[in-house]
């Protein structure tokens, strides 16, 4: 079955610890996002990256990091930088930057 | 700056209607629209999609219109099912600048028996 891993589902992080979210996809894409979306809001662009070992910036991409080490993996850390990271974390890729995006099922991270 | 916003933020409408949601996006470089759906809890789904070289596509249930002189987009769901409950966002593309999809806020359709 192709699709978009993520994982794990639900995620709790303690103060001044970093959390990585994991993304995998076995759809061949080129291209890999992750979105943040907060309760009753839309998907806010965290970082995206079109090719292997390049990545963009998104509009909130400050206490983030990521890296596209493989074509199959886009994984996201949440730094002690980020101050508010109780979110939903939505990954997704496309064949081209152009094109639609098929999304995982989301992890829901929240701080304990 | 760019954006793309929804006009109704919550839509109530009884089963076997048709539902109208609206879209207003701003930047006028965008040439390819989106319609998702997310239900609670789960990641959003691809309804439809149309590119700006067409005004009107199709799907099963599901129609997109795109108003590219008012920048305005539309999704109608045609006889509308308890199934179709769920937030419906629109998303835009812009070769120029990010070159990443920009999602609205969403609309939250209510499908009532």
């Known amino acids: 079955d192709g699709g978009i891993t993520q994982s794990p589902k639900y995620l709790f992080r303690k103060e001044g610890q970093n959390v990585t979210l994991s993304c995998e996809q076995n759809l061949n894409h080129d291209a890999m996002y992750w979105y943040r979306q907060d309760p009753g809001q839309g998907l806010r662009l965290i970082y995206y990256?079109?090719?292997?070992?390049?990545?963009q910036k998104g509009d909130i991409a400050e206490g983030y990091s990521v890296s596209r080490e493989k074509k199959e993996s886009f994984p996201l850390t949440v730094t002690s930088a980020q101050k508010n990271p109780t979110a939903f974390y939505l990954c997704?890729?496309?064949?081209?930057?152009?094109?639609?995006?098929?999304f995982g099922s989301g992890t829901q991270l929240s701080v304990l | 700056g760019e954006s793309v916003g929804l006009h109704l933020p919550t839509l109530s409408v009884q089963e076997g209607d048709n539902s109208i949601i609206n879209c207003a996006y701003s930047?006028?470089?965008?040439?390819?629209f989106i319609w998702y759906k997310q239900e609670s809890g789960k990641g959003p789904q691809f309804i439809i999609d149309i590119r700006s070289n067409m005004d009107k596509r199709q799907g099963q249930r599901v129609t997109v219109l795109l108003n590219k002189t008012v920048k305005h987009l539309s999704l109608q769901i045609a006889a509308t099912q308890p199934g179709d409950s769920a937030v419906y966002f629109c998303?835009?593309?812009?070769?120029?600048?990010?070159?990443?999809?920009?999602f609205g806020s969403g609309t939250r359709l209510q499908v009532q028996p």
């Open positions: 990256s079109q090719i292997v070992n390049d990545f």
């Open positions: 997704a890729s496309s064949l081209e930057r152009n094109e639609k995006l098929f």
């Open positions: 930047n006028s470089a965008s040439d390819y």
């Open positions: 998303a835009e593309y812009s070769d120029t600048g990010r070159r990443a999809l920009t």
